[in-house]
């Protein structure tokens, strides 16, 4: 009982904290449109630590993406891609684990934990890559030519591959790492492990 507990606990404060981080940004008018830098993608790192991270980050895009006004196929897709995304990053970070466990030195660990966050945002990216483009033309109707420092650009769909992966660069592997840092520094990775194995 006390593991569910803090599993729906844990999956709930996570979505709370990406629904504030995603209003801040909102705010800021960096999470939404073409390039986002939605603060809340850092926390997608999180799921290398904890499978409650996977419904927290679903949830709290879900309703991010609800009250900050978007249509109903960002609502969706967008939840959905977070979803998948979180999921292949908790599984990154179960191997990544347990190739720690395995470590010979501290060094072995550090270099581990290292890789293991960049390629736990890999995930997030690669999707967000692949999805938010098609929901900006189809959803959102951004289909005319985009006009970059002075010049007209009509493939449209890989412009927004770029800016949309220049941001999640940005939240994902930028803000993630630190968040990862932090984690790590803290302890709270072993915290967080040792009471949602699952």
Wanted: proline content about 4%.
């Amino acid at each position: 009982m006390k593991k569910s507990v803090y599993f729906i606990t844990s999956a709930a404060i996570i979505a709370a904290l990406y629904v504030v981080l995603t209003f801040l940004a909102n705010a800021l008018g960096l999470a939404s449109m073409a390039i986002q830098v939605r603060f809340s993608e850092a926390l997608t790192i999180l799921a290398l630590f904890t499978p409650a991270a996977i419904p927290g980050l679903f949830l709290g895009c879900l309703i991010s993406n609800i009250l900050i006004g978007s249509v109903i196929q960002d609502i969706i897709f967008g939840s959905l891609t977070t979803l998948g995304a979180a999921a292949l990053t908790y599984v990154i970070g179960r191997v990544i684990r347990s190739r720690m466990q395995e470590a010979p030195s501290k060094k072995s660990k550090t270099v581990l934990g290292i890789l293991g966050s960049v390629l736990g945002s890999v995930p997030p990216i690669v999707g967000n890559m692949l999805v938010v483009p098609l929901v900006l033309i189809y959803a959102y109707h951004f289909t005319d030519p985009v006009v970059f420092m002075g010049h007209e650009i009509h493939a449209v769909y890989w412009f927004y591959v770029i800016t949309v992966g220049i941001g999640e660069l940005i939240s994902c592997t930028g803000l993630g790492l630190l968040v990862s840092f932090i984690m790590r520094n803290t302890k709270l990775d072993l915290n967080l492990s040792d009471s949602l194995r699952l």
